[in-house]
């Protein structure tokens, strides 16, 4: 009888084993190891509508709600693995010809925070500003803002909820209790549960269904990759959107933008920011010119990011590590050329980041350089020519852009040809703004725009033919390009969650998906490859991963999973020997 048990129990065994890797094999999710992959283009649904209308002002999701100098409009953002910056408004703004800034210093700045609900054994200060959007024009609108705070709270230990308040306690004027949680240390075992990446939001009905969808993946952290408010073109467009500004006004003496919609989007995103960090970079929606050719301000003042810890000084490119994965945020809208100090700085943040420790190396910036889309198609070719070789040299595994208003997941390229050792380029660019989707091609009969079409707002024109490949001598490819894996015009955000030092699932959720179960547009686990990818660097020492053979991290994974199979074959023979007798 106990013959039969144990042939019963291996009988057993084995067909589960048959039986897991046959539904694996039925719902396996592709990897980058699969590729690369025949170009797909899902094409956009006719059911929907390309795009909604900007929400009012008087919207429940936008109004002030907060009275007096308490605060509003509440964020993170992340300082380094052991301190967070949280950032309100308070006092009101005003809108008018004759406008008068609010003194900074009449309303103080200070959270506390600690590890126990309604506890506070710890306390932060800060700082405050204002700022002012001025027009020189008859029939625009000056506009100076409320009371912007940031402090900057340390001292946080890493994978631990903190429970915190702002304001000012002398009036008495804090907020109500908000929660986070910190992120690991810089490890190659520890990451953020999950990334949430957002790209040209706006503040319409389809950014309102792209927020809730990303509430509901309850993300640890928020890539937002520009064009945050699209306030530049609410009060001009009346709300409307116009995909070509210029054309829509040829006359208009400066691009105005209404600044109300800041505040607007800052009570919009509260709920997930005041509790998520969010990491933003600009996008060209933010440059706003005012008076004596002043740009960016309002961006520059609203949003805290590591620009000191990281040592750029400069709120237009940054980096900071997020448990193993170092984030490299790099600003197209300011002097991208290898002579620059944004290059410079760079060239030194790349050079010290030890992939022992951080092995994920993830850039981000709004207009993307690989793009099939005829929107936007090769706008940013100068900056690809000036930094491509850099990323590629330091073996930068993820790119994020947004820019495109449509999705476009690229495979592993380089220089435009086909290479195991290239970054991913995801765009993202489809958060929900007023300019609708975007649905032609350039590989399309009449789609392929002209030399003068996508002029970018700054920096210089580099167009170019390709020089070889199945587009050889053409400005446009004439089928969808090879380093196209997967595009679709659809709404929507993406989800990043790093499993271990060479494994990270990338969801895309589609907007129309946000009330299905477990359903996404496109899915794929991007895999490092350490040990066939060694860093190219001729500086530092170390660094990179180093390599002859198998990487330390390689081995050292190997070996772990070699221990792991192990562990499993000996449990599996006990089990079976415990109940045979």
Not at 62 to 82: D, G
Not at 120 to 136: D, E, F, M, W
Not at 153 to 176: H, N, Q, R, V, W
Not at 355 to 361: D, H, I
Request: negative net charge; glycine residues 8%; hydrophobic residues 35%.
């Amino acid at each position: 009888m106990n013959h039969l048990k144990l042939w019963l129990l291996i009988n057993t065994f084995f067909i589960t084993i048959i039986t897991t890797q046959t539904l694996l094999a039925q719902n396996q999710i592709p990897t980058t190891l699969d590729g690369p992959f025949k170009p797909v283009t899902r094409r956009f649904d006719p059911s929907l509508r390309r795009g909604s209308d900007d929400l009012p002002m008087n919207h429940p999701r936008l109004k002030k709600n907060a009275t007096s100098n308490f605060p509003e409009q509440i964020s993170l953002a992340i300082s380094s693995p052991t301190s967070m910056w949280v950032s309100w408004v308070t006092g009101e703004a005003q809108i008018g010809s004759d406008v008068i800034p609010l003194d900074p210093a009449s309303v103080a700045s200070e959270v506390w925070y600690g590890k126990e609900s309604g506890k506070y054994a710890s306390r932060g200060k800060g700082n405050s500003t204002v700022y002012t959007q001025l027009y020189p024009f008859e029939g625009l609108s000056n506009y100076t803002s409320g009371i912007i705070h940031h402090v900057r709270i340390d001292g946080l230990e890493p994978g631990t909820k903190y429970f915190y308040k702002c304001g000012d306690s002398s009036i008495p004027a804090m907020s109500e209790e908000h929660v986070f949680e910190t992120l690991p240390l810089p490890s190659p075992n520890a990451y953020p549960h999950r990334i949430a990446i957002i790209g040209d939001l706006g503040l319409t009905s389809n950014s309102s269904t792209t927020i809730d969808h990303v509430i509901v993946n309850d993300p640890s952290m928020i890539l937002m990759v520009g064009d945050l408010t699209y306030a530049n073109q609410y009060l001009t467009t009346g709300g409307k959107g116009a995909p070509c500004y210029s054309c829509a006004f040829p006359d208009a003496p400066i691009r105005e933008t209404y600044q109300p919609r800041w505040d607007g989007w800052g009570r919009f995103m509260e709920p997930l920011i005041s509790s998520s960090p969010m990491m933003v970079i600009e996008g060209n929606h933010e440059i706003e010119p005012q008076v004596s050719g002043i740009t960016f301000k309002s961006y520059l003042t609203r949003y805290a990011v590591p620009s000191e810890e990281s040592g750029s000084n400069s709120n237009f490119y940054y980096s900071f590590d997020a448990g193993g994965i170092h984030f490299v945020m790099l600003g197209a809208y300011v002097d991208y050329n290898s002579t620059g100090a944004q290059y410079s700085w760079l060239k030194q943040d790349l050079n010290q980041v030890d992939r022992a420790k951080t092995p994920w190396l993830v850039a981000a910036w709004h207009p993307p350089w690989y793009n099939s889309y005829s929107s936007h198609y090769q706008e940013f070719e100068c900056m690809r020519q000036e930094m491509e070789a850099l990323l590629y040299q330091y073996r930068v595994d993820i790119v994020f852009s947004g820019h495109v208003h449509a999705y476009e997941r690229m495979n592993r390229v380089y220089n435009y040809t086909l290479d195991p050792c290239g970054p991913v380029y995801i765009t993202v660019g489809d958060g929900g703004n007023i300019e609708k989707v975007d649905v032609d091609h350039a590989d399309e009969p009449g789609n392929c725009p002209s030399a003068g079409d996508n002029i970018p707002e700054f920096g210089g024109v580099c167009h170019i033919n390709f020089s070889s490949g199945p587009a050889e001598g053409k400005f446009c490819w004439d089928k969808q390009p090879e380093w196209s894996a997967f595009r679709e015009s659809s709404f929507g955000h993406g989800i990043l969650e790093v499993v271990n030092s060479t494994y990270a699932l990338w969801t895309w959720h589609r907007n129309q998906d946000i009330y299905k179960d477990d359903s996404h547009g496109d899915q794929i686990y991007v895999v490092r490859q350490p040990e066939l990818c060694i860093a190219s660097t001729l500086e530092g020492s170390g660094k990179p991963e180093d390599g002859g053979g198998l990487t330390n991290e390689a081995a050292d994974l190997l070996a772990r999973w070699t221990r792991f199979a192990a562990s499993i074959e000996m449990l599996t023979v006990a089990v079976i020997w415990t109940s045979f007798y």
